[in-house]
């Protein structure tokens, strides 16, 4: 994983101080995201009229293969690459091989054209952004992989004749200093054709990924999954038996359900796999509520992460001021009621000990808990490090407005909810629990460079709430176009949609640490976008099984009873980052 960094100039302000310290605080915020090596690189091209100045930086975590400089530079030609990702298949690379070097090697391997650069990028599955400097022809290329789980940030100044690139924002920053590149598209700025006092953005051209059955057979972009499927299966044989079940384990599924599951299993474990295994030593840690999703994940790594090998489950909690407040006069409330009780029947007011309100004793913790305990009784011969994290309000003060930074341009209560928990658990500072039988280490710090995420699974299975009013509103048509338009959601296809990925690999990055997402592998969403709607779920039985039904079913037969009921429940209300100050904050509110 790396921070990547670009500044495209002009002769006429390429000495403008308040660039050059921009320039200077992205170095800083860009190198948390890759502390093992910084590299930089500036060069002047001739434009029409004018001198462009670029300037490159990027900032490296080395997780695979042997530590390896950037930007990659070809000593003939001058062209220069800029790789922040993971390339998991398309290309052959060894296990002790870099994967930006061997891409660069095949760009420029290839011609000049983007159709040439294009079919590369068709080829390779992965998280990535990217800049690619071709100086032969004088243009760069970038862009985010279409489901843009990498972060890229774009500017362009006021003027138009800045234009900048950036992993992460920096200190202080205005968010709407920032826009985030817009996935799934390929885009080149020709920096050859610039000419003096002229928009930048009249030299951007963008090249939108498509699905095939939407290409007329000459796009070279085109992506590796297919839209989801809204046909309904009808006459679902395990469908009439299992309509007066009360748990998952009552399930009685058809012959067609079971190689579903046996399918899905395959096909995560592969995931899970290739995840782990391009980078060995790295640790690994699960971001853990001991909900399904993540329970799902950590018991398929059990398979893979070496047995010698902690794997680290990492669970936040937050004192939320406006609901401990709450407590504390519920429990005053109870405890005069009580006291008048006592008082009445005996005419003495009784003593009552003051009750302690575990602040930390939010809804994730107790899942969180009894996950843990099922991980270690259903897979005893693995070391399953259970890693408390408790935010005090006085560190979310303290850390707010840095938070806030890297969040944007996303600047919404909710986007601040989400970031907050997921930048504490990045973290890794808590006290660690190794076994059942050992002693708290206190003041522990994680030191696994992997953080291993649920996300896309809700989008896929059916896990909002918003599919199950859909059903209930309009029957499976309506939920089969709920569906899709959480997919839509998901791989970005909609320009005006959400870009939570981003704002999750800015937030987890600046810890040095990379976030992988196995849900979101591209053959699993093949996968699942084929299957009919209601072979994921079915949203005639309660809140606990209909929803994401066959990965409750592939949990259960996972020996996870307790977890494949378990409801689903956003991080923010689970860890209790939302509406710390203010029952009436809405998560559309902007901060």
């Known amino acids: 994983m790396c921070g990547i960094q670009l500044l495209v100039t002009t002769n006429q302000v390429s000495e403008d101080p308040k660039y050059e310290r921009i320039w200077d605080l992205l170095k800083l915020a860009n190198s948390k995201r890759g502390p093992d090596y910084s590299g930089y690189e500036t060069i002047t091209i001739g434009g029409k009229g004018c001198e462009i100045q670029l300037s490159f930086g990027a900032h490296v975590l080395n997780l695979r293969g042997e530590k390896t400089p950037q930007p990659f530079i070809d000593p003939c030609t001058g062209d220069l690459l800029l790789f922040n990702g993971e390339i998991f298949s398309g290309l052959q690379i060894g296990l002790g091989d870099n994967d930006g070097v061997r891409l660069f090697e095949m760009l420029q391997n290839l011609g000049n054209d983007s159709d040439s650069i294009f079919k590369i990028f068709s080829t390779i599955r992965g998280p990535y952004s990217f800049v690619y400097f071709k100086k032969t022809v004088g243009k760069i290329w970038f862009g985010r992989d279409f489901l843009g789980r990498r972060s890229l940030l774009k500017h362009v100044g006021l003027d138009k004749n800045i234009f900048v690139l950036s992993s992460t924002g920096y200190e202080n920053n205005d968010s709407k200093f920032w826009e985030e590149v817009c996935a799934p598209y390929i885009h080149c700025l020709d920096v050859s054709s610039i000419e003096p006092n002229s928009d930048i953005n009249s030299y951007l051209t963008s090249y939108k990924w498509e699905y095939d059955s939407d290409t007329t057979g000459n796009s070279n972009l085109v992506l590796p999954f297919n839209r989801v499927n809204t046909e309904v299966l009808e006459d679902m044989e395990d469908s009439k038996e299992n309509m007066q079940i009360t748990n998952i384990k009552e399930y009685r599924p058809s012959q067609k359900t079971v190689a579903n599951i046996k399918d899905l299993h395959n096909l995560l474990m592969n995931s899970v796999k290739v995840r782990v295994e391009t980078s060995p030593g790295a640790g690994f840690a699960v971001l853990f509520s001991g909900g399904l999703d993540c329970m799902v994940l950590a018991a398929l790594m059990d398979s893979v992460v070496p047995k010698n090998e902690a794997i680290e489950l990492i ?54 808990l009894a996950g843990v305990k099922e991980l270690r009784e259903s897979y005893p011969q693995r070391k399953w490090h259970w890693i408390e994290v408790n935010v005090p309000y006085s560190q979310v003060l303290e850390h707010k407005q840095h938070i806030v930074d890297l969040l944007g341009p996303n600047s919404t209560v909710m986007d601040f909810s989400i970031g907050m928990a997921l930048w504490f658990a990045a973290r890794g500072k808590g006290t660690l629990v190794q076994d059942e039988n050992s002693e708290p280490t206190k003041e522990f710090k994680s030191s696994s460079k992997v953080l291993i995420l649920g996300m896309g699974a809700d989008e896929q299975f059916g896990g909002y709430s ?23 959601l998901l791989t970005k296809l909609d ?3 959400n870009v939570f990925l981003g704002r999750d690999d800015r937030i987890v990055s600046d810890h040095g640490k990379e976030s992988r997402f196995p849900y979101l592998d591209e053959t699993l969403v093949n996968y699942l976008s084929m299957l009919k709607i209601n072979e994921k779920m079915d949203m005639r039985l309660p809140r606990g099984i209909g929803d994401k ?43």
């Open 466 to 488: 918003r599919h199950r009013e859909g059903y209930n509103f309009g029957g499976l048509e309506k939920l089969a176009n709920e569906s899709e338009f959480r997919q839509v």
């Open 315 to 368: 669970n936040v909690a937050f004192a939320n001021p406006r609901i401990l407040k709450s407590q504390a006069h519920k429990t005053k409330s109870k405890t005069k009621r009580n006291d008048q009780k006592e008082e009445n029947s005996t005419g003495l007011v009784s003593f009552n000990e003051k009750q302690v309100i575990n602040e930390y004793n939010v809804p994730d913790r107790k899942t969180g």
């Open 549 to 591: 039904l066959l990965l409750r079913l592939l949990a259960n037969s996972m020996n996870l009873p307790v977890a494949s009921m378990q409801a689903k429940r956003a991080i923010q209300f689970g860890a209790r980052t939302a509406k710390m100050e203010s029952g009436k904050d809405k998560g559309h509110d902007i901060l």
């Open 495 to 497: 320009f005006d949609s």
